[in-house]
């Protein structure tokens, strides 16, 4: 059992999926922290993004899972908030690197790129992995905001 609340968004793309992770990480004993959307209606993927990103910031959870069809999409998006490190990832070694080389907070995901039991493999990875620091610090501080160029 963890006290930590992880935040789940996607859009139509990745309603399937998230509800899969969100049933899984319920069983493990995780807070979850739903933000939609609701159905398969067809929704912004940047608005979840924004969603995601207002949680994290608000302290409402610790880290998060976003979903798009692809993933690609509501990375970009994610990633335009300078205290997000949204990290796009197919399977549990991206998963690995992005805990142990990025720090990455959001784990990406596509909800139509991606079968559902390495999917669930990822976010494990994902929420047991720790930041190995050191040199990586170094290059993850060089992420926040560099400016226009
Ligand atoms: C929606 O059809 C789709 O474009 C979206 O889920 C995502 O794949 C965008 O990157």
């Given at each position: 059992m963890t006290a930590e609340t992880i935040a789940l968004a996607?859009?139509?793309g990745g309603v399937e999926l998230r509800t899969q992770i969100r049933n899984d990480l319920e069983q493990k004993g995780y807070r979850v922290l739903d933000l939609g959307t609701e159905g398969p209606d067809s929704v912004d993927y940047?608005?979840?993004a924004t969603a995601m990103a207002a949680a994290l910031k608000e302290g409402r959870a610790q880290r998060g899972i976003l979903l798009c069809g692809t993933g690609i999409g509501i990375s970009i998006a994610a990633n335009r908030f300078s205290h997000v490190r949204a990290a796009l990832v197919h399977d549990a070694f991206g998963?690995?690197?992005a805990r142990q080389h990025n720090d990455a907070n959001v784990l990406v995901m596509g909800g139509r790129t991606i079968g559902p039991e390495v999917a669930k493999d990822c976010v494990n990875v994902f929420l047991e992995t720790a930041f190995e620091g050191g040199r990586h610090a170094r290059r993850?501080?060089?992420l926040a905001d560099r400016g226009e160029r």
């Amino acid at each position: 059992m963890t006290a930590e609340t992880i935040a789940l968004a996607s859009d139509h793309g990745g309603v399937e999926l998230r509800t899969q992770i969100r049933n899984d990480l319920e069983q493990k004993g995780y807070r979850v922290l739903d933000l939609g959307t609701e159905g398969p209606d067809s929704v912004d993927y940047p608005d979840f993004a924004t969603a995601m990103a207002a949680a994290l910031k608000e302290g409402r959870a610790q880290r998060g899972i976003l979903l798009c069809g692809t993933g690609i999409g509501i990375s970009i998006a994610a990633n335009r908030f300078s205290h997000v490190r949204a990290a796009l990832v197919h399977d549990a070694f991206g998963a690995r690197m992005a805990r142990q080389h990025n720090d990455a907070n959001v784990l990406v995901m596509g909800g139509r790129t991606i079968g559902p039991e390495v999917a669930k493999d990822c976010v494990n990875v994902f929420l047991e992995t720790a930041f190995e620091g050191g040199r990586h610090a170094r290059r993850v501080s060089k992420l926040a905001d560099r400016g226009e160029r």
